[in-house]
């Protein structure tokens, strides 16, 4: 491939390479830099760009007062709960609609994948009311269970299980394993890598949701993380070392995520709009 | 499938179904129902009354705030949608052109992506603040970005192509890495060098996932509501208050839930005519197959 490289092109797209990741990478890095300051040090008039004093105070602060660590209890709960429901609910979803014969299935699958079309946004109000009528306003169960309807990891699984050829399913059958049965031991061990991508992409987005949080809840105790950060300044006043340290943690297990699982968070979101099974 | 298989499923493919067919029901089939329901009568966001037709529609129309609203959600499309569609494919490139610096610049245009929106908006919140913040210190200014009417909605859209551009990148890198060899190997024997290769392979294989980026990011463009109501809170002057931003208000400050389900209603439509006109011009320029 190199051939096709000319050392002009080259020059010109190793210096916008660098100047785009620089910029990229500027915002959190600063952040860094602020979280890592003593509070004094945010407002001096004096311009560093790293910090003078370098301290985990801000860090301190922020977990040892006020309500970030429980927004983050919250966060993973909440995050943990939508991936594990979605992925079990999808799961054999998709397997019903893939493998089993039954009438309506088409219709329903269509139907099902009109979600897709129908932005979340719309839906805000009456399932607001839907949530208040049941007395789900605040609670886990209020914040988790409209995030679990998600056509679109349904849609990826069943693209994955109409690829596998039905002999296993047959030899399964044949052997009179039930449909759960073969479910769980022949489809499911053979589905490891896209499982794990689609659970990576719910978790982080389900860490990552502002909009269905910021409707349901509004007891600062059942704050999620991203919307807990939105009350930072009645917490903290503007201070904004711990401001961007409860940023730093609030961004860190979806960072970390990505960082470890760099291939499955990517071939996750791939799947997702479609251009990857 | 013989028929006794036909038979014998149905009542596994329901216990298989179940869970999730009540969550549809529940979270998506009946709310999107009654979104439309409650946008013809006077409800509350707790009491449902009386039905009043195209009332609130007929009201909408009339709206100054609605129009606002829906021009100032237009405005931050019209600043985002182009320059990260175009941001996205200069970075996938990049990313495809060098074999081990890419994955250190798939990484650092990816990261934001994952970040909660709180997070981009207080490191963005910190940068721009008018005194100590590092963008005016650059500058040599002291401007305060956010209450300047006409600096708060591109401040916004710079944020929001911070964040979100790695997902466009990463979609135009798939597209880029779909490409046959073989096309490179055969123009190259043509004698075609640099751009002209861009131009006459790259460009025409990769239309199909551009105007894909296109309509999804129109699309996620015109449901901004989070930036703009953490960032400015619709100020200045309501110039960044955006079309979810006034259903919101509407249904959860003034509790009128029937009006907001019209807003909702409207919107909905709104995204929908206008993807489909994206895909129609698509089809017109002959970019999807």
Same mark, same amino acid.
């Given at each position: 491939?190199?051939?096709?490289?000319?050392?002009?092109?080259?020059?010109?797209?190793?210096?916008?390479? $660098?100047?785009?990741?620089?910029?990229?990478?500027?915002?959190?890095?600063?952040?860094?830099?602020?979280?890592?300051?003593?509070?004094?040090?945010?407002?001096?008039?004096?311009?560093?760009?790293?910090?003078?004093?370098?301290?985990?105070?801000?860090?301190?602060?922020?977990?040892?007062?006020?309500?970030?660590?429980?927004?983050?209890?919250?966060?993973?709960?909440?995050?943990?709960?939508?991936?594990?429901?979605?992925?079990?609910?999808?799961?054999?979803?998709?397997?019903?609609?893939?493998?089993?014969?039954?009438?309506?299935?088409?219709?329903?699958?269509?139907?099902?994948?009109?979600?897709?079309?129908?932005?979340?946004?719309?839906?805000?109000?009456?399932?607001?009311?839907?949530?208040?009528?049941?007395?789900? $306003?605040?609670?886990?169960?209020?914040?988790?269970?409209?995030?679990?309807?998600?056509?679109?990891?349904?849609?990826?699984?069943?693209?994955?299980?109409?690829?596998?050829?039905?002999?296993?399913?047959?030899?399964?059958?044949?052997?009179?394993?039930?449909?759960?049965?073969?479910?769980?031991?022949?489809?499911?061990?053979?589905?490891?890598?896209?499982?794990?991508?689609?659970?990576?992409?719910?978790?982080?987005?389900?860490?990552?949701?502002?909009?269905?949080?910021?409707?349901?809840?509004?007891?600062?105790?059942?704050?999620?993380?991203?919307?807990?950060?939105?009350?930072?300044?009645?917490?903290?006043?503007?201070?904004?070392?711990?401001?961007?340290?409860?940023?730093?943690?609030?961004?860190?297990?979806?960072?970390?995520?990505?960082?470890?699982?760099?291939?499955?968070?990517?071939?996750?979101?791939?799947?997702?709009?479609?251009?990857?099974? | 499938?013989?028929?006794?298989?036909?038979?014998?499923?149905?009542?596994?493919?329901?216990?298989?179904?179940?869970?999730?067919?009540?969550?549809?029901?529940?979270?998506?089939?009946?709310?999107?129902?009654?979104?439309?329901?409650?946008?013809?009568?006077?409800?509350?966001?707790?009491?449902?009354?009386?039905?009043?037709?195209?009332?609130?529609?007929?009201?909408?129309?009339?709206?100054?705030?609605?129009?606002?609203?829906?021009?100032?959600?237009?405005?931050?499309?019209?600043?985002?949608?182009?320059?990260?569609?175009?941001?996205?494919?200069?970075?996938?490139?990049?990313?495809?052109?060098?074999?081990?610096?890419?994955?250190?610049?798939?990484?650092?245009?990816?990261?934001?992506?994952?970040?909660?929106?709180?997070?981009?908006?207080?490191?963005?919140?910190?940068?721009?603040?008018?005194?100590?913040?590092?963008?005016?210190?650059?500058?040599?200014?002291?401007?305060?970005?956010?209450?300047?009417?006409?600096?708060?909605?591109?401040?916004?859209? @710079?944020?929001?192509?911070?964040?979100?551009?790695?997902?466009?990148?990463?979609?135009?890198?798939?597209?880029?890495?779909?490409?046959?060899?073989?096309?490179?190997?055969?123009?190259?024997?043509?004698?075609?060098?640099?751009?002209?290769?861009?131009?006459? @392979?790259?460009?025409?294989?990769?239309?199909?996932?551009?105007?894909?980026?296109?309509?999804?990011?129109?699309?996620?463009?015109?449901?901004?509501?989070?930036?703009?109501? @953490?960032?400015?809170?619709?100020?200045?002057?309501?110039?960044?208050?955006?079309?979810?931003?006034?259903?919101?208000?509407?249904?959860?400050?003034?509790?009128?839930?029937?009006?907001?389900?019209?807003?909702?209603?409207?919107?909905? @439509?709104?995204?929908?005519?206008?993807?489909?006109?994206?895909?129609?011009?698509?089809?017109?320029?002959?970019?999807?197959?």
């Amino acid at each position: 491939m190199k051939g096709r490289h000319n050392l002009g092109w080259t020059i010109v797209a190793a210096v916008a390479g $660098i100047v785009l990741a620089a910029l990229w990478a500027a915002p959190l890095l600063w952040a860094l830099s602020t979280s890592l300051r003593p509070e004094y040090e945010t407002i001096s008039p004096v311009f560093h760009w790293l910090p003078q004093h370098w301290t985990l105070e801000a860090y301190g602060k922020v977990l040892g007062a006020g309500n970030v660590p429980r927004w983050l209890f919250n966060s993973a709960l909440v995050a943990l709960l939508v991936t594990l429901v979605t992925m079990a609910v999808s799961l054999m979803a998709a397997y019903a609609f893939s493998q089993m014969r039954f009438r309506g299935r088409d219709t329903l699958f269509v139907l099902a994948m009109l979600a897709f079309l129908l932005p979340f946004e719309a839906l805000l109000v009456p399932l607001f009311r839907m949530m208040n009528q049941l007395g789900l $306003i605040n609670t886990y169960a209020g914040i988790v269970l409209p995030q679990v309807v998600s056509p679109v990891v349904i849609y990826v699984f069943r693209q994955f299980f109409d690829a596998i050829p039905a002999d296993f399913r047959e030899a399964a059958v044949l052997d009179g394993a039930s449909p759960w049965r073969v479910l769980w031991s022949v489809y499911l061990p053979m589905s490891g890598n896209i499982v794990w991508a689609m659970a990576i992409v719910t978790f982080i987005a389900a860490w990552n949701n502002f909009l269905w949080p910021f409707i349901i809840v509004t007891s600062n105790d059942m704050m999620t993380i991203p919307l807990g950060l939105t009350q930072t300044y009645d917490a903290f006043g503007v201070r904004y070392a711990q401001l961007m340290a409860a940023a730093l943690l609030g961004a860190l297990p979806v960072a970390l995520a990505y960082v470890v699982f760099q291939r499955r968070v990517t071939h996750g979101f791939l799947a997702a709009t479609g251009l990857k099974g | 499938m013989t028929s006794i298989h036909r038979r014998r499923e149905t009542l596994p493919a329901m216990l298989l179904l179940a869970p999730f067919l009540v969550a549809f029901l529940l979270f998506f089939l009946v709310p999107a129902l009654q979104t439309f329901w409650l946008s013809l009568t006077d409800s509350s966001l707790t009491r449902t009354s009386a039905f009043v037709g195209l009332a609130n529609y007929a009201t909408l129309v009339q709206d100054p705030s609605f129009w606002a609203a829906l021009g100032n959600t237009f405005y931050f499309s019209l600043l985002t949608v182009v320059p990260l569609t175009v941001l996205g494919l200069v970075m996938a490139l990049l990313v495809d052109r060098f074999t081990r610096a890419g994955a250190w610049l798939q990484g650092a245009f990816f990261l934001p992506f994952v970040l909660p929106i709180s997070v981009m908006t207080l490191i963005a919140d910190w940068m721009l603040q008018p005194t100590s913040g590092v963008v005016n210190y650059l500058l040599g200014m002291q401007r305060a970005w956010f209450a300047d009417v006409h600096w708060a909605m591109p401040m916004v859209a @710079i944020g929001t192509i911070w964040w979100t551009v790695g997902f466009n990148m990463l979609m135009f890198l798939a597209g880029l890495r779909n490409i046959p060899r073989e096309l490179y190997e055969a123009a190259a024997l043509d004698g075609a060098r640099g751009f002209a290769l861009f131009r006459h @392979i790259t460009w025409p294989q990769l239309r199909p996932v551009a105007w894909t980026a296109l309509v999804l990011q129109l699309i996620a463009s015109l449901k901004i509501f989070g930036q703009t109501y @953490i960032m400015t809170t619709g100020g200045p002057y309501n110039t960044t208050r955006v079309t979810l931003h006034y259903m919101y208000e509407t249904a959860f400050t003034q509790s009128d839930a029937g009006y907001a389900a019209a807003i909702a209603t409207a919107f909905v @439509i709104v995204v929908v005519l206008l993807s489909l006109l994206q895909g129609w011009i698509a089809r017109r320029v002959g970019g999807r197959p």
